[in-house]
């Protein structure tokens, strides 16, 4: 169990820019999950695969975002024309379903928008 | 809609004192699960603890204890005679039974644990 890995660490760009992250999650965990944090706040939930079929967008996933994850392995999120609303912690996420089980987070990538 | 308050923004004490962190959820779920995550300065949350609502018995795991009650939609966790590695942020979290695992976290508190 090599936990959660997130990639980069940290992001900054410019406002209109597209920015691109990676999450590989536990090899066997077939649930993968995104979260965003901002400061100060719990992490709120943005959307869930399970295997590569994404199942559940929140509506904080505006147009401009966008994850996949092709093989059911390692997913990928993509923000085009970045705002300044966008600087954020985003939080990976994975678990084995299909029972509840708990969720094992990675180290999160952190996005500033100037 | 679900919705979890922790009340407390930040505690601070002194080590080895016993500390309660509020948790305070609401739902319409009759069946939900509630966690307990810590958040160390390094950034990666860490599971806690996971209660089904059906299973009010309180849970103690070492010198962490966490107390459920259905009555007043609370679910407390308690930490006994601290220690400066406790200091985090925690975080109370919400789930439905069900399908996707979409927490529904609290604003946090922040534990500081002083020498």
């Known amino acids: 169990d090599t936990g959660v890995s997130q990639n980069p660490r940290h992001k900054i760009t410019k406002r209109g820019q597209n920015v691109t992250f990676r999450c590989d999650p536990i090899?066997?965990?077939?649930?993968l999950y995104w979260y965003r944090q901002t400061l100060g706040q719990g992490p709120e939930f943005l959307t869930y695969?399970?295997?590569?079929?994404?199942?559940?967008k929140s509506r904080l996933l505006s147009d401009r975002f966008s994850a996949e994850r092709p093989k059911g392995s390692f997913s990928t999120l993509e923000i085009q024309r970045t705002e300044q609303g966008d600087s954020a912690m985003y939080l990976c996420a994975s678990s084995l379903g299909p029972a509840v089980s708990p969720l094992h987070f990675g180290n999160g990538t952190r996005l500033t928008v100037t | 809609a679900q919705k979890v308050t922790q009340a407390q923004t930040e505690i601070s004490v002194v080590e080895k004192e016993d500390v309660t962190l509020d948790c305070v959820y609401e739902?319409?779920?009759?069946?939900?699960?509630l966690f307990w995550y810590k958040q160390p300065p390094s950034g990666e949350l860490v599971f806690l603890i996971r209660?089904?609502?059906?299973?009010?018995q309180n849970e103690i795991s070492g010198r962490y204890s966490w107390n459920f009650q259905k009555s007043t939609s609370s679910f407390n966790f308690t930490i006994t005679a601290s220690q400066v590695v406790d200091s985090a942020v925690y975080f109370c979290a919400l789930s439905e039974a069900g399908g996707a695992q979409k927490l529904v976290f609290g604003q946090g508190t922040r534990l500081t644990i002083n020498p």
């Open positions: 209660r089904n609502s059906f299973d009010e």
């Open positions: 090899s066997e965990h077939n649930r």
């Open positions: 695969f399970q295997n590569e079929a994404q199942l559940e």
């Open positions: 739902t319409r779920d009759t069946t939900y699960y």
